[in-house]
């Protein structure tokens, strides 16, 4: 099967799983060996200890995103496999960025923090260590605006979901 | 071993190691018969013929490491051909895994991409439910092989043995039952349809539906064609029957398929060998697809009405729902699109022209007369394969044991072992290549030692003559390391390992040596000298439409 990079768009997928070893490397094989795209996964116990939840962040066509549904809903483990494409939901990723913070800087980056409501959570004699979530999007701006005063490591999650509650 | 015995498990194939003492020194114990290979990748193979001819689950049990690996060809084999089998693996002490212990493998690692499921028991209290699961697993929905890897201090621990009554995995459901919302939209399909075609495969087999697909067939008067896999899951005797379909099917199941208007498929996959140029298969037809794995559906041809269900209870339904039809004028209205099929096959019938030199064609054919339809066939990989699919015509399912899906040579021999140890009263043939059947030889050894007289026919073109057919047109004659003529003496090696050679180098040898061959109770190796550069026919290059056939 040939993946149709044209019509590919983005989907997040959030999969209960059972909570046991080997169970992310089916998940992970199975999108290697079919020649599927993992753009991010995150991974978790859920409420119930022996249940683990798997957000994976996909691209493909709707044919594409079709077969990954069924090969996931095929491993054994997979206890349920939900698509948020065309329902509403809310996603979060949450980004650490070691950034210089040279003196003249130091209140712009505040600034900064401040509108994008991150936070500071490490102090050091040249960096300081911010935390942000949001959306891909909106973690991107925020890199984006720190960039130019020097970013010195980053290190990102992938995304999470839930599908939003009636309102 | 209680678990493997409430299981009904009778028969295992395998081969002892230093992981896996245990287990045999219990197995001995017990009424289970062992038939002990010569190479793990037989007994895996073993296990596969002997579930395709009894439509059980095939067992074995091999020791860790090498032993082990050794499993992984049979295993991606039953793997793509979906047959229920069960592979237990020794395993290092538990304190052991993961530093490289003497003959240590990760193999649930390793065969995680080969099969259904996969297991490694880490508790002993976990053995029996896991040992459980992996026979139902194995032979439920869409069957496929399950491997257990049993760590050795496990084994050596003992446990009270609760009998567990029912598997429940809360993860895992398949769908038997098909909607019955989709089911009149079939009907009326069938209704509107005037050259409609059934495509049947594997499924059909897996899951017992043949009755149901001659009845459905007979019902609705139309065609049967089925894929490699599909081979003896409707009587190749019936009027309706068209031979195999795809890169070396008939030229009327393949001119069938592009001019049909509706393609009622059953049991199959569409895999590439079948469909040719994908966007250029069944262009004018309505597709229906019954199976029983989602996955298959709409996977590589786009379906008009998917149907995720089991093929025999899905064919049950369709066929009442059809009996509430009426079918008056339906000879009718099936005249032209049956007389058209008759041309094709009248004017291009399989052939070949047998003159001094034996013709491959003719060895399956004369095996086809004299053993009246009735064997079992087995095959290796290749030309062989492709003129046993072609001139074996097989009348019942359980019959037809091949390597479809991985296509793996050596798997001929070890399989016929397994189904004749299935079927002892049956006559079994595997139907060889001079170069595949080096690749497992060994288990004449083991077909001896128990006693197992199955017959193994040689189309010896000292050739590994598939792969020869494509360089003869594909790529001008350069015979690359295809020329196998340093072969051993057949006749000799079957000697050598306590069997009988027979060797036929002219036409009229040939119905004499499967005669007596046929006649002895041993395991015989027949080596028929065969016209060296004789080629499969019709053959659609890869990827070509399938209507684009050579002819000769
Ligand atoms: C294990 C394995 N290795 C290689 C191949 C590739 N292959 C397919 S057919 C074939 C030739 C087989 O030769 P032989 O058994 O003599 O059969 P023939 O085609 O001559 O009847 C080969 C090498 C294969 N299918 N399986
Ligand atoms: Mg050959």
């Not at chain 2, 049979?74 to 003959?103: C, E, H, K, R």
Request: aromatic share 6%; with cysteine; charged share 25%.
């Amino acid at each position: 099967m040939v993946n149709n990079i044209t019509n590919a768009t983005k989907h997040t997928l959030s999969l209960l799983v059972d909570n046991e070893p080997g169970v992310l490397a089916r998940i992970s094989g199975l999108f290697s060996g079919r020649g599927f795209n993992i753009e991010s996964l995150c991974v978790a116990e859920t409420m119930e200890p022996n249940v683990s939840r798997i957000t994976l962040v996909t691209k493909g066509d709707m044919h594409i995103l079709e077969q990954i549904k069924k090969q996931l809903n095929k491993v054994i483990n997979v206890i349920k496999v939900l698509d948020f494409s065309g329902i509403p939901f809310v996603q979060r990723e949450l980004a650490m960025i070691k950034v210089h913070a040279k003196p003249e800087n130091r209140a712009e980056i505040l600034r900064m923090v401040d509108i994008f409501r991150s936070r500071v959570v490490d102090v050091g004699a040249e960096y300081y260590t911010v935390e942000l979530t949001g959306d891909e999007d909106k973690i991107a701006a925020f890199l984006e605006l720190l960039r130019p005063m020097g970013i010195k490591e980053v290190t990102r999650t992938g995304a999470i979901a839930l599908a939003r509650e009636k309102k | 071993m209680k678990v493997l015995q409430e299981e009904g498990v009778d028969t295992i194939f395998g081969f002892p190691g230093g992981a896996v003492l245990d287990i045999y020194d219990a197995l001995v114990k017990t009424d289970i018969k062992h038939i002990l290979v010569r190479h793990e990748q037989g007994a895996v193979h073993a296990a596969d013929g002997y579930a395709r001819a009894s439509a059980k689950v095939g067992v074995c049990i091999v020791t860790s490491g090498p032993g082990a690996t050794n499993t992984v060809t049979g295993l991606a084999s039953a793997y793509m051909d979906s047959i229920p089998i069960v592979v237990l693996t020794g395993q290092v002490n538990t304190s052991l895994i993961g530093n490289d212990a003497f003959q240590e493998v990760d193999i649930v690692g390793i065969t995680r991409p080969c099969t259904k499921h996969n297991y490694l028991v880490k508790r002993v209290e976990d053995l029996a439910r896991i040992i459980k699961e992996a026979f139902f697993i194995a032979r439920s929905g869409r069957p496929g092989p399950v491997l257990v890897d049993l760590p050795k201090d496990l084994i050596q621990t003992t446990t009270e043995y609760k009998s567990i009554k029912d598997v429940h995995l809360r993860s895992y459901n398949p769908t038997y039952q098909p909607s019955m919302k989709q089911l009149p939209r079939v009907v009326s399909l069938i209704k509107k349809a005037r050259k409609p075609l059934i495509f049947a495969g594997g499924g059909v087999i897996l899951s017992g539906a043949s009755r149901e697909l001659k009845q459905f067939a007979n019902k609705i008067q139309t065609p049967v064609t089925a894929s490699l896999m599909g081979l003896g899951c409707f009587p190749a005797s019936d009027p309706l029957w068209l031979g195999m379909i795809g890169m070396h099917g008939t030229y009327r199941a393949n001119m069938s398929s592009a001019e049909c208007d509706l393609m009622i498929a059953i049991g199959v996959r569409f895999d590439d060998r079948v469909t040719g140029k994908i966007d250029t298969f069944a262009p004018n037809a309505k597709i229906v697809h019954i199976d029983i794995d989602p996955t298959s559906i709409s996977k590589n041809v786009p379906v008009d009405t998917p149907i995720v269900g089991d093929c025999k209870i899905t064919l049950k339904k369709l066929i009442e729902l059809l009996a509430a039809e009426d079918w008056k004028d339906l000879k009718k209205i099936r005249k032209p699109w049956l007389d058209q099929i008759v041309e094709w096959k009248s004017t291009r019938p399989l052939a070949y022209e047998q003159k001094d030199i034996i013709k491959p064609q003719f060895v399956v054919e004369k095996i086809f007369e004299i053993t009246k339809g009735e064997a079992i066939i087995t095959t290796e990989v290749g030309q062989n394969q492709m003129w046993a699919a072609q001139y074996y015509h097989f009348d019942r399912p359980n019959s037809f044991i091949t390597s479809g899906g991985l296509g793996c040579m050596g798997f001929g021999l070890p399989a016929a072992i397994g189904a004749q140890v299935a079927c002892p009263d049956r006559t079994v043939v595997d139907i060889a290549g001079d170069g595949s059947i080096q690749m497992n030889i060994q288990e004449m050894a083991t077909a001896v030692q128990f006693g197992l007289p199955v017959k193994i026919a040689i189309l010896n073109n000292r050739y590994l003559g598939m792969v020869r057919q494509w360089q003869e047109l594909f790529y001008q004659r350069c015979y690359a390391c295809t020329d196998m003529a340093d072969a051993p003496d057949f006749v000799k090696l079957a000697e050598a390992f306590g069997a009988v050679g027979l060797r036929a180098t002219r036409p009229d040898e040939v119905a004499r040596v499967i005669k007596k061959a046929l006649s002895v109770n041993k395991p015989v190796i027949m080596d028929f000298h065969v016209e060296r550069e004789e080629g499969v026919y019709p053959m659609v290059p890869a990827g070509a439409p399938i209507t684009e056939m050579l002819l000769v």
